[in-house]
């Protein structure tokens, strides 16, 4: 299996309120068609390490490789390219636009991206819907869903450009268990049969030890 | 339509009651400063108007220069025993000469010697006094439209008429005066002339009205004594009285003869107008100004609110310009819609304006639609527009998606 991921001695400081190193020396992969779980206590640089990891936070020293492609020093606008074709996200809470509905919301990534058609985008956006079950939502403004059915279009919305990568800080935080299986259950099936790549923050042991492999993380460095 | 456009016009619609405050602002700002400026250029044109019915642009004369004091211990000094200072006198000489070298001027349309006289309006025992104007009369017509003030008699019948005369309506009232009536007229060298009313005009001033009159240039250089070549004033139309001004300094450069421009004479009111000027331009340009901060308001406000969308856009791959697109959109959407809104509602309210009757020397209302401001509001108002959503657009551009999706 290739790597996708890659990082080359990621060091971070923070330098509010004193100067603190939050992450030491960390050099790991992420292979494709992984499912890997980051855990660790509150503090521990697991949360800032996958900011790192998706680009948004470039205030670190080390190199990371996205697909072979050293990323660290684009400018904003060729991270943003990139994250828009190579990355999906899931966050805690689901950050759809209320004013939109279900399936508007899982365009937009591609619309952004610009390389279909609308019509064809559309499509796309039903099958996705699809998987997740959803598609009968699929017109109703997001706001009116409930917060499982919320955090599945997110993960629609996060597949939409079929990214190299998805990444998720507590994807399940705040879902009850039910609802937190049925995320579960739709990243190992889109891992075990669509080969996708995932690497989730989680603080739910169960999430973890379900996963392919987890990395524990204490005081800024990689336990195993 | 382009996603940054499809959010735009959601944000705009999803929220119609601040959209549509900050339209009505925009609304409101616009149609008050077109109509403001509208009013003040139709402010300058009346009180030109009225100006150019007795004033032309530039008016050539021979200023008067007073003779020096002789200086002590001349050799004439001694010959001179009580020395008076006497003015010269105030001919143009060779006026035809100079009327050529005059008209040759590019700039100039129209040019007639005037002779003003002051005379004694006499008609049995009343006398007022006034002055009197001698024209040439298709040259001055041309000049002051002096036809389309007229309210009885002919003005053509001057021409063929040598001793006939045109008086203002207070004159033709106070002296009971109809067309076809005879007025004699003391002039200040003491002749006395009889003439005869050929037509009666009414400029609304009624100062002018009950004193002025237009006689032939031959009668009045005869009030004086004078003979043909006789004439004080050179009177001259340009094409843009704007530049009067220059082009009288170029006049006097070249005839010799003090050539005044028309604002130079009515300083009094450019004053008056410059000052209108200034209050109006800075009231209609505070109201919309005030307008572009009811979208910056509101801009920012949405700016507060969606600070997640915004986040998670940005994580999703929207760039900096990308949502500052999407919020100077919203602005240029509000802008627009406003500006729209603001030229027809400044149409409607000049066109009631136009009928209303104000009487007195300026008539109806003296407002009409001027291109220019309409123009010129619709420019600065978009300028303004974009300016207020142009400052939180760059805010929201700048938002860091980590630190708002890491909460």
Sequence with gaps: MKAIL???NVDK????????????????????????????????????????????????????????QLVTGLSKDELADLRNEKIGFVFQFHYLLAEFSCLQNVMIPALKLGKLPKK??????????????????ALKPASKLSGGQQQRVAIARALINDPLIIMGDEPTGNLDSKNTDIVFDIFQDLTRNYGQTIIAVTHDDDFAKKSDRIIEMKDGQILK | MNINNTIAKTYIFSNKKLTGVAVLGVLLGMSVYIFMNSLLVGFDKSSNES?????????????????KVLPKNSPEDFIIINPKVVPNNTTIINPKMILEVILRQKEVIVATPQVNTSVFYNNGKSQISGLSVGIKPDEANLMYNIKSFMVDGNFDLLKSTPSGIIIGSGISAKMNLAIGDNI??????????NFKVVGIFKTNNSAIDKTKSYINLAASQQLLKEGNSYITDINVNVNDPELAEQVATKLTQITGYKAEGWKQANE??????KMRKMIITFVSLTILLV???????????????????????????????DVIKIFVTQAISIGVMGVIGGVMMATILIT???????????????????????????????IITFFAGYIPAKKAANVDPVDILRK
């Design chain 2, 352 to 382: 009631i304006l136009k009928k209303v009757y104000l009487g007195g020397d300026i008539g109806y209302f003296p407002i009409d639609y001027e291109p220019q401001k309409f123009l010129q509001g619709v420019v600065i108002g978009l």
């Design chain 2, 268 to 273: 009094t009111v450019m004053a008056t107008n």
């Design chain 1, 13 to 68: 400081f923070f330098y509010q309120p004193v100067e603190f190193q939050v992450l030491k020396n960390i050099e790991f992969e992420v292979k494709k068609g992984e499912l890997l779980s980051m855990i660790g206590k509150s503090g521990s640089g697991k949360s800032t390490l996958l900011y790192i990891l998706s680009t948004m936070d470039t205030d670190y020293k080390g190199k990371l490789f996205i697909d072979n």
């Design chain 2, 184 to 193: 004699n007229l003391t002039s200040s060298k003491g002749i006395n002339r």
């Design chain 2, 291 to 321: 307008a572009g901060f009811g979208i910056y308001n509101i801009l920012n406000m949405t700016v507060s609110q969606k600070i997640n969308d915004i986040a998670i856009l940005k994580a999703m791959g929207f760039k900096g310009k």
């Design chain 2, 51 to 67: 100006i150019f019915r007795n004033t032309s642009h530039i008016r050539v004369y021979k200023d008067d220069e007073i003779s």
């Design chain 1, 120 to 137: 064809e985008i559309e499509e796309r956006a039903y099958q996705k819907l699809e998987i997740l079950g959803l598609q009968d939502q």
């Design chain 1, 6 to 8: 890659k990082t080359e």
